[in-house]
Structures are given as structure tokens and as C-alpha cells.
Nanobody
Framework: VQVVESGGGLVQPGGSLRLSCLAS????????VGWYRQAPGKERELVAD???????DYADSVKDRFTISRDYAKNTWDLQMNNLKPEDTAVYYC?????????????WGQGTQVTVSS
């Protein structure tokens, strides 16, 4: 399984962006898809993730502003980000956990930059 992110960019505070994580390969083996972010000088952190069963979890800092969802037709896992704040500025990464030979492996995308600034 491989993933590629898209949708990053520059947005003003209070604005919205939608990130997409396009998956390819043995998609049916995917267990969980997560969006992570890493700001300069900070550790990478989990923003939101969703299981194939549809259970989603969010970091407290993005609850009620971000929504993670799956588009079955496009094979993407999207992150809708509303009411963006300057502190949301970071490189956003998609990570998939997938089953292989009885165990879970993971694959990270290359990341997409999100900048929130006026």
C-alpha cells in the first residue's frame, strides 16, 4: 500500500482547506488511516485517524474544526479543516496501517505543507 497527499497551501486564519490522501495497492488490507502533522521544531503529532469501521479520533486541538472521512469512490481519506489557526501551520502527513503476513505495517506519505497566515 502506498499513499500520496494533496491539498495543502496557504490560507488565512479562519479559512478552510481539504487534504486528500490517495491510496493505491492492496487497499483492502488497510486497517487505519491517520493524518499527522509536524511543525518546525516540534515533534510529529496525530491530528486524526479513522478505522475501516469508521471510528474516528481527533486531537483535542482540532476537535470540532477538523473532520476525517473516506471517499470510497476516489480511494481517498480526506481531512476537512475549518476555522484554521496559525498554530495549525505544519507539514501534514498521511499514514496507513495495513495488514501483511499477519502483522501490521505502516506507510507514510511525503507530506503536504499547510500554512495559516494573514
Amino acid at each position: 500500500v502506498q499513499v500520496v497527499e494533496s491539498g495543502g497551501g496557504l490560507v488565512q486564519p479562519g479559512g478552510s482547506l481539504r487534504l486528500s490522501c490517495l491510496a493505491s495497492g492492496l487497499i483492502y488490507t488497510i486497517n487505519t488511516v491517520g493524518w499527522y502533522r509536524q511543525a518546525p521544531g516540534k515533534e510529529r503529532e496525530l491530528v486524526a485517524d479513522i478505522t475501516t469501521g469508521g471510528t474516528a479520533d481527533y486531537a483535542d486541538s482540532v476537535k470540532d474544526r477538523f473532520t476525517i472521512s473516506r471517499d470510497y469512490a476516489k480511494n481517498t481519506w480526506d481531512l476537512q479543516m475549518n476555522n484554521l489557526k496559525p498554530e495549525d501551520t505544519a507539514v501534514y502527513y498521511c499514514k496507513v496501517d495495513y495488514w501483511r503476513s499477519g502483522g501490521l505495517l505502516d506507510y507514510w506519505g511525503q507530506g503536504t505543507q499547510v500554512t495559516v497566515s494573514s
